[in-house]
């Protein structure tokens, strides 16, 4: 069992940079991929970021690819979502979640486990 919960959402004006924080409970974090995806008002979850149990790969959306950077720490249980030169358009709520098997990291319903989300809001 994995619990997640995410931090550090917010608003901000175009151009500006966040750092989301997701915070693992579970003692076998280390061995799950984790992934960050996003959803905004009336359109589909969507994957924006990934990286494996040991951050040898990580993977990203073609829109944020080159603004947006997954990493994490696994002696603290943490995973991050540094993300650069934000747009109105990566306006959604974000989400992390922790997939034990990682054959496809693009796709939410591999996942095993999510957080609720936090809020980015990108004023133009």
């Known amino acids: 069992q994995v619990q997640l919960v995410e931090s550090g959402g917010g608003l901000v004006q175009a151009g500006d940079s966040l750092r989301l924080s997701c915070a693992a409970s579970?003692?076998?974090?280390?061995?799950?991929?984790m992934g960050w995806f996003r959803q905004a008002p009336g359109k589909e979850r969507e994957f924006v970021a990934a990286?494996?149990?040991?951050?040898?790969?990580?993977y990203y959306a073609d829109s944020v690819k080159g603004r947006f950077t997954i990493s994490r720490d696994n002696a603290k249980n943490m995973v991050y979502l540094q993300m650069n030169s934000l747009k109105p358009e990566d306006t959604a709520v974000y989400s992390c979640?922790?997939?034990?098997?990682?054959?496809?990291?693009?796709?939410?319903?591999?996942?095993?486990?999510w957080g609720h989300g936090t809020q980015v809001t990108v004023s133009s």
């Open positions: 990286i494996t149990w040991n951050s040898h790969n990580t």
């Open positions: 579970g003692r076998t974090f280390s061995s799950y991929g």
């Open positions: 979640a922790a997939d034990r098997s990682f054959r496809n990291y693009g796709l939410a319903y591999e996942y095993d486990y």
